[in-house]
Each structure stands twice: as structure tokens, then as C-alpha cells.
């Protein structure tokens, strides 16, 4: 681990420029590269093969793992929009081989919540992305240019959020769900829900995203089923759950698949509601 030993950054580190500001009390790998005009704060740690190119700005109490690529003009770890935050060590967490491309602000958690945001990995984050105090995003989700989180966002696992996705605050997005460009997602988006509009409405499930990830026949069966019951057949959502619970008998490959849907719409917000 690298301990700045000045303010000014002037080390001897090859993969670190000489113009890089790094506080004393950050800790980086001795394999972390970092590009001009960069500033890390006392608090930040950063793991093996990230690499930080110039231009940004990584403060708070900001953990950041291994192999990640963070693009230029990032800025990761801000206090949060929340005019409630008084200066609470909250906390911003990154996993690893997460790619973070332009202009991205990540703040840190606030303490009306969890105190955390976080990120997990394997995520490809394009530009211009606001992932705002609190929210928590899974792995293998791919997020558009300009995709909007606001507070306490939860993303699952397998998420594609197209550009211009807007979130409001306390929404969850379901696993392997999937959002056209231009959406504004008011409600939770249950998993394997394709959704589009202003505001999002469902228009199909994530077939062919499932497909790619090596879902079965038998198991994106049960998935189209799963939208007739909560889509095609003017059921409430009370019978549309009853009848995607008895999907597990007649395809027990797909039990999994249909436990992550019923915990979903059991766990949903009565206030926020579900896109359908």
C-alpha cells in the first residue's frame, strides 16, 4: 500500500504523475495509476490495477477495489444533495473491474439511511452518471449515458438502464429488468420487466438479455408466464402473485426465478407502487 508522504503528491511512484495531489493518509496499492491533475483525499483507499486517469476528484470516505478503470472528470465521494447532511462520516464503497466512464458524480451515503452508497462489481457506468447518497447498485449492470439515480435507488444484479433514465428517490429496479432511453421510472421495475415511456410503463420481459446470460427454455417459459400474469390478464396483483407461485410446480427449474419475483413485489413500496 502507497501512503502519500506530501500534499503536493510529489512522489517517486512511476504510476503516479508528479501534477497528482494525493492527501497524506490515503491508501493506494503500490500497482494503482493515477493521471494528471488528480485529487485524493485523506480517507480514500484504493485497490490493485485501478487505474485513475486525470482530471478527478475522489474524496470522503471512499473505498474503491481492485482492477477498476476510472475514466477522467469523475467526481466520487461528495457529500451528498441533502440539505439535512451536517457532516457525517458517510461512506461511498466501489467493488471491483467496474468501468466508470466521464463526468460520473457518486456521492456518499447520509445518515437518515444507511450511510453507504454503494456499487458492486463488474458494472459498465458510461457518462454523465449520478448515482446520489444511498443508493446501492449490484454487479453486472450496464448503465447508458446520463442515467439519473436519485436517493436510496436499490439496482439489482444484471440491470441495463438505457440513457436518460430517470429514478425517483426510493425506487427499486429488479434484476435482469431492463429500461428504453428517455424512461422515468416513479415505481419499482420488477425484475426481468422491459420498461419505456414517461413515466415507465412495462412492455415486455428482458428475453432476449436472458437468453444471453444462459436462461433455458424452460426457464424463460416461466418468465413470459410471469408477464401474463402481471400484464396480459387484467389480474390484481394479489392473484397475478398466486398464480406466478404456482409456476414452480410445473417448472421447477425456474423456482429460483419465481422466489426473486414474488420477494420483489412482496418487499414493494405501498407508497411507490410497482411499473405495470
Request: hydrophobic share 40%; proline share 5%; with cysteine.
Given at each position: 500500500?502507497?501512503?502519500?508522504?506530501?500534499?503536493?503528491?510529489?512522489?517517486?511512484?512511476?504510476?503516479?504523475?508528479?501534477?497528482?495531489?494525493?492527501?497524506?493518509?490515503?491508501?493506494?496499492?503500490?500497482?494503482?495509476?493515477?493521471?494528471?491533475?488528480?485529487?485524493?483525499?485523506?480517507?480514500?483507499?484504493?485497490?490493485?490495477?485501478?487505474?485513475?486517469?486525470?482530471?478527478?476528484?475522489?474524496?470522503?470516505?471512499?473505498?474503491?477495489g481492485?482492477?477498476?478503470?476510472?475514466?477522467?472528470?469523475?467526481?466520487?465521494?461528495?457529500?451528498?444533495?441533502?440539505?439535512?447532511?451536517?457532516?457525517?462520516?458517510?461512506?461511498?464503497?466501489i467493488?471491483?473491474?467496474?468501468?466508470?466512464?466521464?463526468?460520473?458524480t457518486f456521492?456518499?451515503?447520509?445518515?437518515?439511511?444507511?450511510?453507504?452508497?454503494?456499487?458492486?462489481?463488474?458494472?459498465?457506468?458510461?457518462?454523465?452518471?449520478h448515482?446520489?447518497?444511498?443508493?446501492?447498485?449490484?454487479?453486472?449492470?450496464?448503465?447508458?449515458?446520463?442515467?439519473?439515480?436519485?436517493?436510496?435507488?436499490?439496482?439489482?444484479?444484471?440491470?441495463?438502464?438505457?440513457?436518460?433514465?430517470?429514478?425517483?428517490?426510493?425506487?427499486?429496479?429488479?434484476?435482469?429488468?431492463?429500461?428504453?432511453?428517455?424512461?422515468?421510472?416513479?415505481?419499482?421495475?420488477?425484475?426481468?420487466?422491459?420498461?419505456?415511456?414517461?413515466?415507465?410503463?412495462?412492455?415486455?420481459?428482458?428475453?432476449?438479455?436472458?437468453?444471453?446470460?444462459?436462461?433455458?427454455?424452460?426457464?424463460?417459459?416461466?418468465?413470459?408466464?410471469?408477464?401474463?400474469?402481471?400484464?396480459?390478464?387484467?389480474?390484481s396483483?394479489?392473484?397475478?402473485?398466486?398464480?406466478?407461485?404456482?409456476?414452480?410446480?410445473?417448472?421447477?427449474?425456474?423456482?429460483?426465478?419465481?422466489?426473486?419475483?414474488?420477494?420483489?413485489?412482496?418487499?414493494?413500496?405501498?407508497?411507490?407502487?410497482?411499473?405495470?
Amino acid at each position: 500500500v502507497h501512503h502519500a508522504e506530501n500534499p503536493a503528491g510529489l512522489n517517486t511512484m512511476s504510476k503516479i504523475h508528479p501534477t497528482a495531489i494525493i492527501s497524506p493518509g490515503a491508501e493506494l496499492d503500490s500497482s494503482v495509476s493515477v493521471g494528471p491533475y488528480t485529487v485524493i483525499g485523506p480517507h480514500v483507499r484504493i485497490g490493485a490495477g485501478t487505474t485513475v486517469a486525470s482530471h478527478c476528484v475522489i474524496e470522503g470516505h471512499t473505498t474503491i477495489g481492485r482492477d477498476n478503470r476510472i475514466f477522467q472528470f469523475n467526481s466520487l465521494g461528495a457529500i451528498p444533495q441533502d440539505k439535512k447532511y451536517n457532516n457525517e462520516p458517510c461512506e461511498l464503497h466501489i467493488g471491483d473491474r467496474n468501468t466508470i466512464r466521464e463526468f460520473c458524480t457518486f456521492n456518499i451515503g447520509s445518515p437518515s439511511d444507511r450511510a453507504v452508497t454503494s456499487v458492486g462489481n463488474d458494472n459498465w457506468i458510461m457518462a454523465y452518471v449520478h448515482l446520489a447518497h444511498d443508493c446501492q447498485v449490484g454487479n453486472h449492470t450496464i448503465f447508458a449515458n446520463n442515467t439519473q439515480l436519485a436517493g436510496h435507488v436499490v439496482v439489482d444484479d444484471w440491470v441495463i438502464l438505457g440513457g436518460f433514465t430517470v429514478v425517483h428517490q426510493f425506487c427499486r429496479i429488479g434484476a435482469h429488468s431492463f429500461t428504453a432511453m428517455n424512461s422515468l421510472l416513479f415505481a419499482e421495475l420488477p425484475p426481468f420487466v422491459m420498461a419505456q415511456g414517461q413515466p415507465a410503463q412495462a412492455r415486455s420481459m428482458n428475453f432476449e438479455g436472458l437468453r444471453r446470460r444462459g436462461f433455458t427454455p424452460a426457464r424463460i417459459s416461466a418468465v413470459k408466464a410471469m408477464h401474463k400474469a402481471l400484464y396480459r390478464d387484467g389480474l390484481s396483483l394479489a392473484d397475478a402473485m398466486t398464480r406466478i407461485a404456482g409456476l414452480t410446480a410445473q417448472t421447477p427449474e425456474a423456482a429460483e426465478d419465481v422466489k426473486m419475483m414474488l420477494d420483489f413485489l412482496s418487499a414493494a413500496s405501498p407508497q411507490r407502487g410497482i411499473v405495470r
